[in-house]
């Protein structure tokens, strides 16, 4: 058995409930007919969740809207009357969402002493927090590196594609820890 949920932008219908549907068998289904092939003997991964991205992008359009389009966004994808997402995935670093290429830390730092994530406390980690707060226990949240610093790459660029050595050198590991260290503080992460 399974619930089905409808969402249509033929009819306008959003989050119908349209009861609950029998798995049955059936044969060779015609190309117009709808179906979900469903083979009980073979499992793959458990799903954790479904969810969306928060990137600078959206984050910065996000807060540029009024107070009250912000809370119906966010309570469109997150709240338990929208879509129901439970994870967040952010981006490490700038990424083609961004509005401006950054790092975490300042150029030929080595050491990483400049670490911060202050670009990301303006925006994404606000956003990411009321997406959290909405959800509650069953959120999921993780980032996505996306480009180490220009200056670890041989091709010195954050925009333009490479081999992802670099960011398993040590500065490439130790800003990652650091970022997840950063977003354990930001209430973001659980320490596990």
């Known amino acids: 058995m399974a619930k089905v949920i409808l969402t249509d932008s033929k009819t306008n219908e959003k989050m119908v409930d349209k009861g609950t549907v029998k798995f049955e068998k059936m044969d060779q289904p015609k190309e117009t007919d709808a179906c ?4 009980p003997d ?11 991205a928060i990137t600078d992008a959206s ?20 709240g338990k009357n929208g879509l129901g997402y439970t994870v967040v995935r952010t981006n490490m670093n700038s990424c083609d969402f961004s509005s401006d290429s950054y790092t975490y830390v300042e150029d030929n730092d080595k ?10 406390e303006k925006y994404k980690i606000p956003m990411i ?8 226990k069953d959120f999921t949240f ?51």
Do not use: C
């Not at 984050?59 to 997150?78: L, N, R, S």
């Not at 927090?129 to 509650?136: F, N, R, S, T």
């Open 129 to 136: 927090k009321e997406a959290k707060q909405l959800v509650g």
């Open 111 to 120: 050491w990483l002493k400049s670490f911060n994530i202050a670009h990301d």
């Open 42 to 52: 073979f499992k793959y991964q458990k799903l954790i969740g479904i969810g969306g």
């Open 142 to 192: 993780y980032f996505s590196p996306w480009s180490p610093p220009a200056w670890m790459k041989s091709n010195k660029s954050m925009v333009k594609g490479e081999d992802w050595k670099t960011i398993f050198t040590r500065p490439g590991q130790i800003i990652i820890l650091s970022l997840l260290k950063n977003m354990r503080k930001e209430a973001l992460m659980s320490g596990d």
């Open 36 to 39: 979900i092939f469903v083979d």
């Open 59 to 78: 984050a910065e359009t996000f807060y540029k809207m009024p107070k009250a389009k912000q809370k119906e966004i966010i309570e469109a994808y997150y």
